[in-house]
């Protein structure tokens, strides 16, 4: 049996053949309900299983073509929403087995690894309800690219256009989102991204007319400026952060800072260094730059004028990581709530890890056993549905808690889970999305104290989706009404 929502969501899939259409459907739907099982464990036969694998080898269900209902249905969903954040990001996607590789693998961090690499834009509500994803590009690296000293390739680098570049991908992201804009007239929509996106092309590129695309961007490297003139004497240009840190604070904010550990002894990048749990203050500054444009082998670029938002810790500790994030962005900073705005936004961004840690950990895309590239990036397509249906019931019912569970489970859904978890008498009218969502999570291990206020996560989501599908089939066939009950 296919989903409902698997139907609403494929609804106009074209992969040119009326049975693929119906596979694609229903194997999405088996491998929705059983995230963490095998292929074979969550199609339950070997007929189906049988049948997964032809699809998954099949030409016309390629990466682009699976995923095209989907984009879709996020277009549908963002044109609903005032503001979409389109947040891209990369990730490896670890494909090392111990004796034959996969074919068509290219290498990781070093030659020991190999896999594919996956550069996801996925669109996200400002409360973090992911809306799906919008674009997608998936590569190998060549074997030979770790053989090049590192000297040579920076000199190769300086010389490339960005075309030719891994790190144009940013770029062709921030198209893709502009295009998206103009389909989204009413929406605003916001391309923001972590470091790895402070590439002076992505500044220089046109934003669109109809809806221009919006920007927020962290920086990675403190940027020249284009000199001020001040009568008959030209001021000094400076960098970013000396001229943010001279304009005035507008608030100070009391945050949380989560602990981290280095995940190699060798690692000396000031952004990955370990850092220690504390509670700590931040000040926020603001204030309106011209850049000035880099050298170009193959191009002139212009100047840009920016708007900037330095966050940055008032007393660090001696001992620790200080606190800092420099914003680079084209939304107003008139005020201080349109400060707290752009900071907002920037903060969702978080979001897409935990899209890859889903696809990763829930999904299990990385235990998926395929002979070829091609089949993996088949299967990567019906895993990112999957895991953006898993984050967006755990996120809407935190966005929308007093909505009627009804309106994203099905009745033997609800009340499966309600008679196994909360022990009593089915209610008259159908409970609240996040009372339910609480109640399924306590399937996948949730802890529901009552003066718990912190929501359930996606890992105890997933988990316990898992089993109420299997709740609801035991439903479906022995539960009231049914034939199985009288037998």
């Known amino acids: 049996m296919i989903a409902p929502w698997v139907m609403e969501e494929m609804r106009g899939v074209d992969l040119k053949d009326t049975r693929l259409n119906e596979r694609l459907q229903l194997l999405l739907s088996d491998l929705g309900d059983r995230p963490t099982l095998s292929i074979p464990a969550a199609c339950g036969g070997y007929a189906e299983t049988t049948a997964a694998y032809r699809f998954f080898d099949n030409d016309k269900a390629s990466f682009g073509t699976i995923l095209t209902p989907h984009r879709d249905g996020t277009l549908r969903r963002a044109r609903n929403e005032p503001v979409a954040l389109l947040v891209p990001d990369t990730t490896e996607v670890d494909l090392t087995r111990p004796a034959k590789q996969v074919a068509g693998a290219g290498p990781l961090a070093t030659e020991a690894r190999c896999g594919l690499h996956l550069h996801l834009m996925e669109a996200f509500a400002p409360d973090g309800t992911p809306l799906g994803e919008v674009w997608s590009q998936v590569w190998a690296r060549d074997k030979g690219a770790l053989q090049v000293p590192q000297q040579d390739k920076k000199k190769a680098r300086k010389k490339a256009p960005i075309e030719d ?3 144009f991908r940013w770029l062709d992201a921030l198209r893709r989102a502009r295009v998206f804009a103009e389909r989204c007239p009413q929406t605003t929509c916001v391309y923001v991204a972590d470091s790895e996106a402070d590439i002076y092309e992505l500044y220089a590129e046109p934003r669109g007319e109809t809806n221009p695309i919006q920007w927020v961007i962290r920086l990675c490297q403190d940027r020249a400026l284009v000199p001020e003139s001040r009568g008959d004497v030209t001021g000094q240009a400076g960098l970013i952060r000396e001229q943010v840190r001279a304009s005035a604070a507008l608030f100070t904010k009391e945050i949380s800072v989560r602990g981290r550990e ?19 203050v931040v000040e926020v500054r603001a204030t309106t730059l011209t850049l000035r444009p880099p050298w170009r082998a193959d191009r002139e670029l212009p100047e840009v004028r920016v708007n900037v938002v330095l966050v940055s810790e008032v007393n660090p500790p001696a001992d620790d990581v200080a606190v ?12 201080a709530d349109d400060v707290r705005t752009v900071i907002g936004y920037y903060t969702v961004r978080w979001m897409i890890e935990v899209v890859f840690r889903t696809l990763k950990s829930g999904c299990r895309i990385e235990q998926r056993r395929f002979e070829t590239t091609d089949r993996v990036e088949a299967c990567l397509a019906v895993y990112l549905i999957v895991t953006w249906r898993t ?6 019912g935190r966005g ?14 609800w009340k499966s889970v309600w008679m196994a978890v909360a022990g009593t008498r089915l209610p008259e009218r159908p409970p609240r999305l996040a009372e339910l969502i609480r109640l399924i999570a306590q399937l996948g291990g949730y802890v529901n104290r009552p003066e718990r206020k ?11 989706l898992q089993r109420m599908h299997d709740l609801a089939w035991a439903w479906d066939v022995f539960g009231p009404g049914t034939r199985g009950k009288d037998v």
């Open 165 to 167: 570049k891994e790190s």
């Open 391 to 396: 984050l967006f019931v755990c996120r809407v």
């Open 400 to 413: 929308c808690p007093e909505m009627d569970c009804e309106a994203v489970f099905e009745p033997s859904e």
């Open 324 to 335: 800092e994030w420099v914003l680079i962005t084209t939304l107003p900073i008139g005020s």
């Open 454 to 464: 912190d929501p359930p996560g996606p890992q105890t989501v997933w988990i316990g």
């Open 262 to 280: 280095a995940k190699v002894a060798c690692e000396d990048r000031r952004r990955r260094q370990p850092r220690k749990n504390r509670k700590t």
